[in-house]
């Protein structure tokens, strides 16, 4: 008995031992989760310049801008994207985007009515895109973020091509952190709506003088004031 006994003593010695040396183990980081708010157009319609309902399709994407973590590319490695632990996106990043979309022309007034295809109303005009890069720049200089959206603004009724362009930003961003990162990138998608709402205006302004009126040919006055798009 007392040789079994003293292989446990031993054990019993040389643990909290052990556990004085290694020390307590580090708390597990937290999750961050980040909303995409992106503000409304400084300038807005009195009257709808795309007559008729226009609809948001949820944006397209191809692989880690389809999943919440945020995302980080190194100064220098361009083509190698990776995905940050612990932060994370409320949503999809094509979701949001599409939303904010949504939110930020439904206030610019462009059109009469702003729609997503769950609402099932018959759309005059559909705007779809692809999602290419929504991400932080970090290492090798001041910190960044990048926004490159492609979009595409079609009439249904004919199917003519209203905008059809490529929006890359790179916009500094105040700091290092993940915080500032997120405000910038709030920052840089809300240019690259605002370029897009200033190439819709002109395309449709345009085509409306070429009728003589609307762009559908009708004869209504239409009046839109909106800043030249920053660069």
């Given at each position: 008995?007392?040789?079994?006994?003293?292989?446990?003593?031993?054990?019993?010695f040389?643990?909290?031992?052990?556990?004085?040396?290694?020390?307590?183990?580090?708390?597990?980081?937290?999750?961050?989760?980040?909303?995409?708010?992106v503000?409304?157009?400084?300038?807005?319609?009195?009257?709808?310049?795309?007559?008729?309902?226009?609809?948001?399709?949820?944006?397209?994407?191809?692989?880690?801008?389809?999943?919440?973590?945020?995302?980080?590319?190194?100064?220098?490695?361009?083509?190698?994207?990776?995905?940050?632990?612990?932060?994370?996106?409320?949503?999809?990043?094509?979701?949001?985007?599409?939303?904010?979309?949504?939110?930020?022309?439904?206030?610019?007034?462009?059109?009469?009515?702003?729609?997503?295809?769950?609402?099932?109303?018959k759309?005059?005009?559909?705007?779809?895109?692809?999602?290419?890069r929504?991400?932080?720049?970090?290492?090798?200089?001041?910190?960044?973020?990048?926004?490159?959206?492609?979009?595409?603004?079609?009439?249904?009724a004919?199917?003519?091509?209203?905008?059809?362009?490529?929006y890359?930003?790179?916009?500094?961003?105040?700091?290092?952190?993940?915080?500032?990162?997120?405000?910038?990138?709030?920052?840089?998608?809300?240019?690259?709506?605002?370029?897009?709402?200033?190439?819709?205006?002109?395309?449709?302004?345009?085509?409306?003088?070429?009728?003589?009126?609307?762009?559908?040919?009708?004869?209504?006055?239409?009046?839109?004031?909106?800043?030249t798009?920053?660069?």
């Amino acid at each position: 008995m007392k040789l079994c006994m003293r292989p446990l003593l031993a054990i019993l010695f040389v643990t909290p031992l052990l556990a004085s040396c290694l020390g307590a183990a580090p708390p597990v980081p937290r999750d961050h989760f980040y909303r995409l708010v992106v503000s409304g157009p400084a300038e807005t319609s009195r009257q709808a310049l795309l007559p008729g309902v226009l609809t948001i399709e949820p944006l397209q994407a191809e692989g880690l801008l389809h999943e919440r973590p945020l995302l980080y590319s190194q100064s220098g490695k361009s083509h190698e994207v990776q995905q940050h632990d612990y932060h994370y996106w409320t949503d999809a990043p094509t979701r949001m985007l599409q939303d904010q979309m949504v939110a930020y022309l439904r206030r610019s007034g462009i059109a009469e009515s702003v729609v997503t295809p769950e609402m099932r109303i018959k759309a005059d005009y559909r705007l779809a895109g692809k999602a290419k890069r929504l991400e932080r720049l970090i290492g090798g200089g001041p910190p960044r973020v990048a926004v490159e959206l492609e979009l595409v603004l079609v009439r249904l009724a004919d199917g003519a091509i209203v905008v059809a362009d490529s929006y890359g930003i790179e916009s500094a961003a105040a700091d290092d952190s993940v915080q500032a990162s997120i405000e910038a990138l709030n920052r840089a998608t809300a240019r690259v709506f605002e370029r897009f709402l200033a190439g819709a205006v002109r395309t449709a302004a345009r085509e409306r003088d070429r009728n003589g009126g609307n762009s559908d040919g009708s004869s209504k006055d239409y009046s839109w004031r909106l800043p030249t798009a920053r660069k």
